[in-house]
């Protein structure tokens, strides 16, 4: 039972270049999230994303970040233009339907950008 | 503005002692709390969590225990196990929030041999 995986491990960028992480949930999962941890800080919460809908993307910046969760396929956490700022680890989570409670979300291992 | 805090940013316990993991909160409308355990690049691995109508969760050697008057929760670990070293985030959700978490900024806990 595979759990949430994450590609690529690590991502090295030029600045001005796009970045494109994948994620693809566990089996069973509809949910998504995205989370992004600075260097000695807590995650923070980006995106979350059911199949093709956006459900809330209060923590995404409001340029240059998106976000989407095909019917097929992972989900991409899309960064274009990089910055220096951008070097962080992000880390996707998903769980399944809510169903009126409260769900465990599972992590994956990271995708850890560095931008040159 | 952090609404999930962990001041404490590690902690040293001997092999067999008791590790306890201090949390505190500032929205009053969290009502789910969990626990997790991050080792060296890898992801968050949930331990346990507590719904805000419990004072109390175990799990075998993890006990959560939650103040909602002060506002504080803490993740108790007895016996500590040198395999328990890892930086430990306490989360919340608040009601009708889709299930996102807020993290705190993460305790680093070292249990020595």
């Known amino acids: 039972n595979a759990g949430v995986m994450q590609n690529p491990r690590h991502l090295v960028r030029r600045r001005g270049q796009e970045a494109r992480l994948r994620c693809s949930p566990m089996?069973?999962?509809?949910?998504v999230y995205w989370y992004r941890q600075l260097p000695e800080e807590g995650l923070k919460f980006m995106v979350y994303?059911?199949?093709?809908?956006?459900?809330?993307e209060s923590g995404m910046p409001k340029e240059r970040f998106s976000a989407e969760f095909p019917k097929e396929g992972p989900s991409i956490l899309r960064i274009q233009q990089v910055v220096r700022g951008d070097s962080a680890a992000y880390f996707c989570?998903?769980?399944?339907?809510?169903?009126?409670?409260?769900?465990?979300?599972?992590f994956g291992a990271g995708t850890r950008l560095s931008v040159l | 503005d952090q609404q999930v805090k962990q001041n404490s940013p590690s902690l040293s316990v001997q092999e067999g002692r008791i590790s306890i993991l201090n949390c505190d909160y500032t929205?009053?409308?969290?009502?789910?709390f969990l626990w997790y355990k991050k080792y060296p690049a890898e992801g968050p691995t949930f331990l346990i969590s507590?719904?805000?109508?419990?004072d109390k969760n175990e799990d075998g050697r993890f006990t959560v225990f939650l103040n909602k008057s002060a506002k504080h929760l803490s993740l108790h670990i007895v016996p500590s196990q040198p395999g328990d070293s890892a930086v430990y985030f306490c989360?919340?959700?608040?009601?009708?929030?889709?299930?996102?978490?807020?993290f705190g900024g993460g305790t680093r806990l070292m249990v020595k041999p």
């Open positions: 989360a919340a959700i608040p009601p009708n929030a889709g299930n996102m978490l807020t």
């Open positions: 929205n009053s409308m969290f009502d789910y």
């Open positions: 089996k069973g999962h509809s949910h």
């Open positions: 989570a998903s769980s399944p339907a809510l169903a009126g409670g409260k769900n465990i979300q599972y």
């Open positions: 507590i719904s805000s109508i419990k």
């Open positions: 994303l059911q199949k093709e809908n956006i459900i809330d």
